[in-house]
């Protein structure tokens, strides 16, 4: 990585960056995944943010000694907010054929009748032809309103900032991308020495090891002994001996 980046820094070098971009897609994807509570498609959030990927990767300085995913999930964040800001909204009002028919009508009646009773929402359903509930409901969704998407600046206290931002809850703060990232490449790199050490031990001990302790339906020692031909003690101590000789080739 660090190479790369001096690469595309002192040469400017697109090969390099290229790669640089292509090795953190994954990132990319972990990033756009924690905004999906906004109802917009991953797809396009996954594009912005690979917007703000290339721009990290034009701008990063490997001589600061920090990794680049940890640079660029700013800027990634940074182009998903925008697009976020531009084309998100809470409550789309009108969704579905009957909300649509609906919407303009209760638009006007709301107007002459304020906040309708039991009486007047029956009477709309039947002209309509919907549902209370849908009549209900839209009601409500009229009486909303948008919210900002960051934390309202002139509002007087901390915690109602936090509470009515958006910005606040709908990203999974449990979940951070760079973390996740790193926690799935350690287990890719685990599983990856695992096979390779299991190919280090002689057949017997491999079979032993995998079955006593990969497979789902684990044989008891005096099973293996049965098959093998010897006492259970002996199985005992082949797979003692292959989880010492296995522990010291993943640490090799």
Same mark, same amino acid.
């Not at 700013?74 to 809470?90: M, P, S, T």
């Not at 579905?96 to 107007?111: D, E, G, I």
């Given at each position: ?7 595309? /820094?002192?040469?400017?070098? %697109?090969?390099?960056?290229?790669? +640089?971009?292509?090795? &953190? ?9 924690? *905004?999906? @509570? ?10 912005? @943010?690979?917007? @703000?990927?290339?721009?990290?990767? #034009? ?14 999930? &700013?800027?990634?964040? !940074? $182009?998903? &907010? ?9 409550? #789309? ?7 649509? #028919?609906?919407?303009?009508? %209760?638009?006007? !009646? #709301?107007?002459? +009748? @304020?906040?309708?009773?039991?009486? $007047?929402?029956? !009477? ?11 009549? /209900? ?16 600046? $002139? ?14 809850? %709908? ?50 020692? &005096?099973?293996?002994?049965?098959? *093998? ?24």
């Amino acid at each position: 990585e660090q190479e790369l980046a001096r690469e595309l /820094r002192q040469h400017n070098d %697109l090969d390099a960056a290229r790669q +640089l971009v292509m090795s &953190h897609l994954r990132f990319v994807v972990h990033v756009a995944r924690s *905004y999906t @509570g906004y109802g917009l498609p991953l797809g396009d959030l996954i594009q912005e @943010g690979n917007v @703000g990927l290339m721009k990290a990767v #034009k701008r990063f300085d490997p001589e600061q000694n920090v990794r680049l995913v940890s640079f660029a999930v &700013h800027w990634i964040k !940074a $182009e998903i &907010h925008e697009y976020v800001l531009r084309n998100w909204r809470i409550v #789309k009002v009108a969704t579905t054929k009957a909300q649509r #028919k609906l919407f303009f009508n %209760l638009r006007s !009646a #709301k107007k002459r +009748l @304020g906040w309708m009773n039991n009486q $007047e929402v029956e !009477a709309l359903a039947q002209d309509l032809g919907v549902s209370t509930a849908v009549v /209900r409901e839209m009601e409500s969704r009229l009486s909303g309103h948008d919210v900002s998407f960051d934390p309202a600046p $002139e509002s007087d206290s901390s915690e109602e900032r936090d509470y009515y931002s958006p910005a606040a809850y %709908l990203e999974d703060a449990g979940a951070d991308p760079a973390l996740v990232l790193e926690r799935e490449d350690w287990e890719e790199d685990a599983s990856q020495r695992l096979l390779l050490a299991l190919d280090e031990l002689d057949e017997r001990s491999r079979d032993i090891l995998q079955r006593r302790w990969l497979n789902e339906d684990k044989p008891t020692l &005096h099973q293996l002994a049965e098959e *093998y031909g010897v006492s259970a003690e002996r199985i005992r101590q082949i797979e003692s001996s292959a989880i010492k000789k296995l522990q010291a080739n993943m640490v090799a």
